[in-house]
């Protein structure tokens, strides 16, 4: 079975400092990969998928098999990105998705 | 306002008691969800639905029960059975495309049921 990891519960940084959130996964297959973000007071959304290879509110991830990893990365961290991210698996022709645990990231002023 | 719809915001309940939560959507979505969010354990799937009048078990089914009746209803109904139901519930749809990488899933706003 599928699952996906997040190390950190908890990620505090300085605005203008980079941020990584970690994400680990262990399936045997190709999956695909999600970050789902739920900023305070609104619902679960969807940030940015693998397959898009695309930078959404200058946050990026890259899925990197040998590793089995999807961490996402921005290069100067805004207040406003303090959320909860999850990190999500798919299996191909599958459409269930696997959550991790979560990190709550907080970027202080 | 369109998307998904869950009802009530809060909810609370007698042990012993059985209780539905409410999943409305309007976007036309084949497949919905139905998630419990735990502090420090992320999502944990609950029961899914790809069709009308079908749906699965996810990791955690134990104590729950649904139904899929219409394309745009996925209740969900916590019961006597379930050991902890005091928890944050989401539901989600998407549509079921078969392409996993494009199923974005859509989320509602959740339901928060207290058990006394």
């Known amino acids: 079975a599928q699952r996906v990891t997040q190390p950190e519960k908890l990620l505090s940084v300085f605005k203008g400092a980079p941020v990584e959130l970690k994400c680990n996964y262990s399936?045997?297959?190709?999956?695909?990969l999600f970050w789902y973000v739920q900023y305070s007071r609104q619902r679960l959304q969807l940030l940015l998928r693998h397959i898009s290879r695309e930078s959404i509110k200058g946050f990026t991830a890259d899925l990197n098999k040998g590793e089995t990893s999807f961490h996402l990365k921005k290069p100067f961290a805004q207040e406003e990105d303090s959320a909860m991210y999850y990190c999500a698996l798919s299996v191909p022709s599958g459409s269930r998705l696997t959550f991790g645990e979560g990190t709550q990231l907080t970027v202080n002023p | 306002d369109g998307g998904i719809t869950q009802s009530p915001k809060y909810l609370f309940r007698k042990e012993g008691q059985n209780v539905t939560l409410s999943c409305e959507q309007n976007?036309?979505?084949?497949?919905m969800y139905w998630y419990r969010q735990d502090p420090g354990q992320g999502l944990r799937l609950i029961y899914y639905s790809q069709i009308v009048n079908d749906f699965q078990k996810g990791d955690i089914a134990e104590g729950y029960s649904v139904s899929r009746e219409k394309k745009e209803s996925f209740p969900l109904t916590v019961t006597s059975a379930q050991k902890n139901p005091t928890a944050f519930y989401l539901c989600a749809s998407s549509i079921a495309t078969g392409l996993s990488s494009y199923n974005e899933q859509f989320f509602g706003p959740g339901t928060r049921l207290t058990v006394l």
């Open positions: 399936y045997s297959g190709s999956p695909e």
């Open positions: 976007l036309n979505h084949d497949a």
